[in-house]
């Protein structure tokens, strides 16, 4: 037996108890003829003590361990004379009487200790030895928790969780695949799936009703804090049911969770329509934490003479509550703010309510006291408020006032990490026109279902068809979406028609699914969540690297690995990859 204890297990009680422990060396310490070890393995830290009177065996043994050496430790567990009120064992410690080197450890190149000295970098390349420190594996241990609660839950709603392949067919809708050459079929290419979107729909085609996996995705995009070329999905599909069912079935999953993983009792699940979403919150993944919503001042501020204004068409406005007092200078940044290109405002109009009820402006050459008192009431603004207006065409405007309403959120400190607000947002449109490419593309995907009242629209205008698609929405990131599905193959390739498929690339390419249909699909409905996404936020942290115990870095790369990395040409010979090479 290796050890009869853990390190976090050990209190008082075990005073007098002969125990066995073994782990890493966190720190060795000398103090007056005593050399006091701490000991940490998974569970916690427990000192070990070797004192004066400790064999000379034992001390030749000490001597030679250092930093993250395995040992094992044997000795009685006595009460400590001073007490660490840090950590779960610290009224103990143990009195060794037999010492055994496991492994020894070389430096480890930082500090793993809660506050490491390790630079990003360095700890990404020794992942294993960041993954010892206590921060980094509790959100490990945050993500087993609550796939395990996601895994009681669904399988208590009688879904059974099927694996689908990984090894699929490269589609040219959504992200760039990545791709796999075969060996056996000489030219040919399986692509990783970006989702198993159309596996799941087959299950239902099949009668599985209700299925669900936690999965890996790839999609081969250009990095961000929250993105991975691989990531993890909460994966569902069910049969035989509306957007309704579907919606109360993943509310319940995220109360359940909010429940079990964080005692936090969720009530208010509020739905909201994508155009009411983008109108307040020029989001369509609303923060509804705070209020600070966005204004219409359109026909407010017209015909003054003030041109940016007059030629716009659509001027909006925030109320930041008690920021009259803002200096020019926080002003000053503010417009820097937002006339950076991520942004990509060409300038910040401002009014300052002032406590005795006038107004100071930007703009004051070109708007009276009385103009910008209607402003005022346009915004909901009370004396000691910053009103904030942004001009220019509708859409960009509005996510511009969202990207400012969310900084004046931090900025005001709104954004409490340990405050839950989720919600729907439902109704999204079906379509996106991109004008680049001058077509429609699926705002979700081809498989989602118009809702019905907007059928009629997909010969007229399909711009304005309403999908039945929904996202769960959670402290203004979006969590998880999914939609009712098309189930009838005449319907579907009609939308691949709209999608600009012609009949033979729809049929190439999805041929398999709308034939499925023709041999009784039944109505059907799903949902993913970003696990990854999920648990960061549970954890609060900003971003998902964090959970993940093996990350990508931002280029893509594992460090620690060293991968992606050139294969030998025995092996590109082998897939046939070395005759483009070979040309060049
Ligand atoms: N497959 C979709 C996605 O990955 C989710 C869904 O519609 O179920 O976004």
Redesign the pocket.
């Known amino acids: 037996m290796y050890r009869t204890h853990t390190c976090g297990e050990l209190r008082l009680e075990h005073q007098g108890t002969e125990t066995t422990l073994a782990g890493w060396v966190q720190r060795k310490r000398e103090l007056g003829g005593m050399t006091f070890v701490d000991l940490r393995d998974r569970y916690g830290i427990t000192q070990l003590v070797f004192d004066e009177n400790t064999s000379s065996e034992l001390t030749d043994k000490l001597k030679k361990i250092g930093r993250e050496y395995v040992i094992q430790a044997t000795g009685l567990v006595r009460e400590r004379s001073s007490k660490n009120k840090n950590i779960a064992t610290g009224d103990i410690e143990i009195d060794v009487k037999a010492l055994n080197v496991l492994s020894a450890s070389a430096t480890p190149p930082f500090t793993i200790e809660d506050e490491s000295d390790g630079g990003d970098d360095i700890r990404m390349k020794y992942r294993y030895l960041d993954l010892r420190r206590n921060p980094v594996r509790e959100n490990l241990v945050l993500r087993s928790n609550m796939a395990h609660a996601i895994r009681s839950y669904l399988n208590e709603q009688q879904f059974i969780e099927t694996e689908t392949p990984v090894l699929i067919k490269s589609t040219p809708e959504g992200a760039r695949d990545f791709v796999v050459p075969s060996r056996m079929n000489e030219g040919e290419f399986y692509a990783l799936p970006?989702?198993?979107?159309t596996f799941?729909q087959l299950l239902m085609v099949a009668g599985f009703d209700r299925y669900y996996q936690i999965v890996k995705?790839f999609r081969d995009e250009d990095l961000r804090a929250d993105r991975q070329p691989e990531f993890t999905?909460i994966?569902?599909?069910m049969a035989f049911v509306e957007q309704e069912d579907v919606l109360n079935t993943f509310e319940g999953l995220t109360k359940h969770l909010f429940k079990t993983i964080k005692n936090v009792e969720v009530t208010d699940f509020p739905r909201m329509p994508y155009s009411e979403a983008i109108a307040n919150y020029g989001s369509d993944k609303p923060d509804t934490r705070f209020e600070m919503l966005i204004n219409d001042l359109t026909e407010v501020v017209k015909g003054k003479d003030f041109k940016v204004f007059d030629e716009a068409e659509f001027i909006g406005g925030i109320c930041a509550t008690g920021c009259a007092e803002y200096t020019r200078k926080q002003l000053d940044a503010l417009t820097n703010w937002v006339k950076r290109p991520q942004i990509g405002a060409k300038g910040l109009v401002y009014v300052k309510c002032n406590e005795d009820g006038t107004f100071k402006s930007s703009v004051d050459k070109f708007y009276a006291q009385e103009d910008l008192q209607q402003w005022a009431a346009g915004c909901n603004a009370q004396p000691g408020d910053l009103i904030l207006v942004l001009s220019g065409d509708k859409s960009h405007t509005l996510d511009a006032l969202g990207a400012l309403r969310l900084e004046m959120g931090k900025q005001l400190g709104l954004m409490d990490k340990n405050t839950f607000k989720p919600l729907w947002v439902v109704d999204f449109p079906l379509l996106e026109w991109d004008e680049e490419t001058q077509r429609h593309y699926a705002m979700?995907?081809p498989?989602?279902a118009p809702k019905p009242e907007d059928i009629a629209l997909l010969d007229t205008e399909p711009g304005k068809v309403r999908a039945n698609?929904y996202d769960l929405v959670i402290n203004g990131v979006e969590i998880?979406?999914?939609?009712v599905?098309i189930f009838d193959s005449e319907l579907q390739a009609k939308m691949f028609s709209l999608l600009g498929f012609t009949k033979e690339e729809a049929e190439a390419q999805f041929g398999f699914l709308m034939n499925a249909f023709k041999f009784g699909a039944p109505p059907h409905a799903?949902?993913?969540f970003g696990f990854d996404r999920l648990v960061s936020l549970f954890a609060g942290l900003d971003t998902i690297r964090d959970v993940i115990a093996f990350p990508k870095n931002n280029a893509g790369r594992d460090v620690m690995i060293d991968s992606p990395s050139t294969i030998s040409d025995a092996q590109l010979d082998e897939l046939n990859l070395r005759v483009e090479l070979k040309n060049k």
């Open positions: 970006q989702s198993p979107q799941k995705c999905q994966d569902c599909e979700h995907h498989f989602t698609a998880g979406g999914g939609s599905r799903g949902i993913a």
